[in-house]
């Protein structure tokens, strides 16, 4: 299929963009703004899925008015047009006045929209949102439309996948630079207390979640003590013990695995759903702390909005929790000297009144 030469300029200039693609807002703007220009249409816009791909958010947009983004963000399952694009199909509604899978039907007659195009991004084999094409007029999509926004599509993809990717490798410099932080920071003081305190709210701040906790097992009991936490309310700490056979995530954390819930309210491996949800936990994660592959707690993290942790962020956590763990043996080793000397030094000194007894022969 022979594309029109607007079509053809408008993808020469968006592929040129790509080698700029760390600013993802201005090359997703400049595609909205190309494919309302090069086919004349009244606007577009691209949204993208969210991390657990509930709901579209609007990145760009381009000949619509504020009132009628306002509706932003779409929920996926209230959408049939969306549901259908995210599958890979090119939705047409040519008129949405007549077509029952176009829920903004109010929105659209305020807004003089009469058809719309909707395409997913597709990058492999998933869909990272969609773009949209706008008409005023009940319009009848050529199929050199059509595949001019495909195009148009593959090529929004891959400039949010490229900066994607960069964003990931800053982010991994970033999370090295937390890493020595923590580190330094809970290696400056052999206080057992101190090296808790400093870890939970250390983790809590450089990672920027809404809480931390750290819980120490207690063998004996089988319960994990909560040894520190930064971001929690009284009320939730003192919402009951941790009792490793009753909660899923700390067992399968001090078996060694990295363990995230993306909803603590419904997931099965939270023990206190009820709990999170008045506290506004939304999301969380758990790492083991180990000492000479044994366990001696669970490092957690909190967050108070749905989150999809990526690999990334449990490698981090994991560094983390082994570091911390770590501070915590030594700050314990320390204090075991320092009583094993004063023990001593004890001994001594209540050993002397014999000692002198025996060299001045004194009765």
Request: proline share 4%.
């Amino acid at each position: 299929m022979v594309l029109e030469k607007e079509h053809c300029l408008a993808l020469f200039e968006i592929s040129k963009s790509l080698a700029s693609a760390r600013n993802l807002p201005a090359i997703l703007q400049v595609i909205v703004k190309d494919a309302t220009e090069a086919t004349g249409a009244k606007a577009s816009s691209i949204r993208l899925l969210d991390e657990i791909g509930k709901s579209l958010k609007r990145v760009a947009a381009y000949g619509l008015s504020n009132a009628y983004l306002k509706k932003d963000p779409i929920e996926v399952e209230k959408s049939p047009v969306d549901q259908e694009a995210l599958r890979g199909k090119v939705v047409v509604i040519t008129d949405v006045t007549a077509d029952p899978r176009w829920l903004y039907s109010e929105e659209s007659k305020h807004e003089k929209i009469g058809s719309v195009l909707t395409l997913s991004l597709p990058m492999h084999d998933t869909a990272l949102g969609t773009i949209r094409l706008y008409f005023s007029q009940p319009h009848k999509f050529s199929e050199t439309e059509i595949e001019f926004m495909t195009a148009l599509a593959g090529l929004g993809a891959i400039a949010i996948d490229n900066a994607r990717a960069y964003e990931r490798t800053e982010k991994r410099c970033a999370d090295l630079a937390v890493l020595n932080r923590v580190a330094e920071e809970i290696n400056r003081t052999l206080n057992l207390s101190d090296v808790i305190n400093l870890a939970a709210k250390n983790v809590a701040q450089l990672i920027g979640v809404k809480a931390s906790s750290i819980r120490l097992l207690d063998e004996k009991t089988g319960t994990l003590k909560l040894a520190a936490a930064y971001g929690l309310s009284d009320a939730y700490i003192k919402k009951g013990p941790v009792e490793v056979k009753k909660s899923p995530i700390d067992q399968r954390a001090l078996q060694g695995e990295i363990v995230a819930i993306t909803d603590a309210a419904t997931d099965p491996l939270w023990e206190y759903p009820e709990e999170a949800k008045r506290e506004g936990i939304v999301s969380a994660m758990a790492a083991p702390m180990f000492i000479k592959n044994k366990a001696i707690g669970v490092l957690r993290i909190y967050t108070g909005q749905p989150h999809i942790f990526f690999d990334e962020e449990k490698e981090l956590l994991e560094a983390i929790a082994r570091h911390t763990a770590i501070a915590i043996e030594n700050a314990r080793l320390y204090e075991f000297t320092v009583k094993s000397h004063d023990e001593l030094i004890q001994e001594v000194l209540r050993g002397l009144p014999d000692v002198w007894s025996t060299v001045t022969g004194a009765a």
